[in-house]
């Protein structure tokens, strides 16, 4: 059952403190990485015999496997992925931007230049849930920044098969090349590149503990977009709301894992021994109730605040993955919410919301790195590059200054470079 607590609940350990497994993995990943750079693609072939209990003779998804998926797909879910990606495309649009160019003085040109990482991997789960709309959610933004090559890797089944689901998702969203890897050994591929998988720049997607290590690992080799964490919801709730809606909220982030961490902010009492209540009620109707059950039992809690300014005092100081602000006037304090991944306002925005059809990116950052990160954007897909051009005048202008400054920190090379263009004229 979920844990009710009174004030005095302040510090993350206390509220999102999962109680995890202690796995090894960080030498199991290294092993794992070091064994597909030597050996590639029979590295990965052997881990799918191992892991996925399939005798792979091809690790690329064929033209005929999409295909088939996209014939067979139901007529609404393809509608319904159309909409999402109208919706996604609509919001990550906006975020889109341009370089910029100054000119001055004496034709001094300073600029920065915005140009799109050309070779993405998705990393998208196969394991006790697929989800198409992670793969939405990560391809698109990449297609709106101008990634050229767009690759996703995610685990078959024991069949050799990728969920159809996932296909039809990628074949909405544009991905190019689809291959049938997980694990760190997916993530080992996509940085290191075999045979088969071409080496990409940038990587991004959730996945577990062994696919969180892999992306630490190789990062520095490639980018990647975050270490995501088990998922996280909290929700603050005034008394003005009916318990049957909080519970599902709740629960719709503890089926996800049995580390997922559910947590209730309330100034009412009555409404929290009720939520409590009606969670227990709604546990045993779920599809993955053994999952929730876990998660909520051993991580989700209900904390009675003495006011709602309390309790969102305490989520900036949590910084969430995602926010309900289930209260009166939520719009009302959008401005002093600091630290979230998401935030959702008033009582007709659930969660779930986000993570399917508003066009906001479902992928957040979780473990209270809200603090300083944010949800996965077009800038994730792109780099900068900065330019300057100054003529004989403009540099003439200057020189003397760059001298000073080079000899300043004991750099006599840097203050030549400037002054020996001039030399010839003193």
């Not at 920065?112 to 698109?140: N, R």
């Not at 101008?146 to 296909?167: H, Y």
């Amino acid at each position: 059952m979920i844990k009710v607590l009174k004030e005095g609940v302040n510090t993350r350990e206390e509220i999102f403190c999962p109680n995890e497994v202690k796995i090894d993995v960080e030498q199991i990943v290294s092993d794992i990485i070091e064994n597909v750079i030597k050996n590639g693609d029979k590295a990965l072939l052997e881990y799918a015999l191992k892991f996925d209990k399939v005798n792979l003779t091809s690790l690329e998804v064929s033209k005929e496997e999409i295909e088939s998926a996209v014939k067979n797909a139901d007529k609404e879910f393809l509608r319904i992925l159309n909409r999402a990606k109208q919706n996604i495309y609509e919001f990550h649009q906006k975020q889109y931007r341009e370089g910029f160019e100054i000119r001055k003085e004496n034709g001094i040109i300073l600029g920065q230049k915005i140009i799109p990482i050309e070779k993405v991997g998705l990393y998208v789960p196969g394991g006790t849930a697929s989800y198409p709309s992670t793969v939405l959610m990560d391809a698109i933004p990449a297609k709106i920044a101008g990634s050229s090559k767009i690759v996703m890797v995610t685990p078959p089944d024991k069949n050799g098969n990728v969920n159809p689901d996932i296909l039809v998702s990628a074949y909405v969203a544009g991905v190019d090349k689809i291959y049938k890897v997980g694990g760190a050994q997916a993530i080992a591929a996509l940085a290191y590149g075999t045979e088969t998988i071409e080496k990409v720049d940038k990587i991004v997607g959730p996945g577990n503990a062994f696919v969180a290590t892999a992306k630490k690992q190789v990062f520095g080799k490639v980018s990647i977009d975050m270490i995501a964490g088990p998922s996280e919801i909290m929700v603050v709730a005034d008394k003005n709301n009916h318990a049957k809606c909080i519970s599902a909220d709740l629960l719709s982030q503890a089926e996800h894992d049995k580390l997922a961490s559910a947590v209730l902010i309330t100034d009412s009492e009555e409404l929290a021994y009720k939520v409590r209540d009606e969670i227990e009620v709604q546990l045993s109707k779920l599809s993955r109730c053994d999952i929730a059950r876990t998660s909520i039992d051993d991580n989700g809690k209900i904390i009675i605040a003495k006011d709602i300014e309390s309790a969102i005092e305490l989520a900036n100081e949590i910084a969430p993955e995602h926010l309900e602000l289930c209260i009166d006037n939520a719009y009302d304090y959008i401005d002093k919410i600091k630290n979230a991944g998401s935030v959702f306002l008033g009582r007709y925005s659930p969660e779930a919301l986000g993570d399917y059809m508003a066009g906001l990116n479902h992928t957040l950052p979780t473990s209270g790195t809200a603090r300083f990160s944010s949800p996965l954007s077009v800038d994730d897909f792109i780099k900068k590059m900065q330019y300057v051009y100054y003529t004989e005048d403009a540099l003439c202008g200057i020189y003397k200054d760059i001298d000073y400054f080079a000899k300043k920190e004991g750099l006599s090379a840097h203050a030549k470079s400037a002054t020996i263009r001039f030399e010839e004229n003193e």
